[in-house]
């Protein structure tokens, strides 16, 4: 009789290596489902004792409707492709240019002096003040929310980043540079990894505006999107479809915030304890 | 080995990683279907010299809206529409393939102009 393998099979979450969850956070999402289904049940019941239009009030089911008509007709699917594609390259952009001349800045007195007073004033000028100057230069689509997505998200990681190049204790530099570094060594060294914590709130903070001036951007200056979604839907009294936009830009941000911002910090400045969990936000 | 699986399911990161990889697959699983549904469509019209527009008849399952108004008109040129169905004219092959693709599309046949 051959042998039986008594180990107990390993589960699909195991095998595909998803962590466990633990029993905390089980009954926080249970808690939070339990707050959800409440709130939907609230809102179903409303709509007949309040008798108003749908297009004015529509009930959970019509927005579940519209979800599905959305998806089945193709246009939910490709409006979120192009929104979180908008908003990746938008951020990437903004990102990688303020941190270029947040260090420059924060490391340079010239480059500071230079920079600082136009820097500041366009902080000034917000980015919904340019969009119709940027759509007159570029037109409907891409660039025009690519350009505005950028402005968005520089402002935060550069000024970010130049409080933590400046905040850099010069004792670490001076030791540094005791031990025969050369200044690019410093920069990459010790300059930038001290300076991480401040560039992560950039980041966190630029991303969290992007989103938000994405949905903008994407009203003005763009044909496709959920921004755009949002907007058509007002406009033809398709409220519901309104509320699925609304819905899948709240989702989209649990989704990056979650699976890649906390993940993220957590694996940098969480590790080097430099980032303080609050009780209950997990 | 169990160590290493162990190890990169501890790591921070791991979150990210799975997510992305889900993404990708989700995203190839996505192409391979459309790969299946437009298949039929392209055998059916055929191949013909390349760079030559060709004139299309695509049948919706719905009645179009402005979103696929929208991408007919990036594609080619709408020479009408007529309920549910859509007559293109000046279509490259290749993009052909790609409305082929489109899991929203019913039918897509060679429209000739005069047959219509």
Known sequence: MPAVDSRPVPSVVRMIGLPKLRPRTRRQITRGAIGCAAILLAWQLSVPLVDLPAYFYPAPLDVIDAFFELMRKGILPAYVADSMGRFAAGTLIGATLGLFFGVLIGLSRTASRLLSPLISFLFAVVEMAWIPLFVLWWGYGIKTILVALTYVVFFPVLYNTILGVRTVPAVLVNATRSLGASRWQVIWMVVLPAAIPNILTGLRTGAGFAFRGLIFAEIIAAKSGVGYLIFEGATTQQTDRTIVGMLAMGFLWLFIEYLYIRPFERATVGRWGMLTEQRGDS | ?116
């Open chain 2, 1 to 116: 080995m169990t160590d290493l699986v162990q190890n990169l399911r501890r790591h921070p990161l791991s979150v990210p990683a799975i997510t992305t990889t889900f993404v990708a697959v989700l995203w190839l699983a996505y192409a391979a279907f459309g790969w299946a549904h437009g298949a039929p469509f392209l055998d059916r019209l055929g191949a013909g010299p390349k760079g030559e527009p060709i004139a299309l008849r695509v049948d919706l399952p719905f009645p179009p809206e402005a979103f696929h108004l929208t991408y007919f008109q990036r594609v080619g040129r709408i020479a009408r529409t007529d309920g549910q169905t859509i007559y293109l004219r000046g279509v490259d092959r290749r993009t052909a393939g790609a409305i082929a693709r489109q899991y929203w599309i019913k039918d897509i046949t060679l429209w000739t102009e005069k047959a219509s």
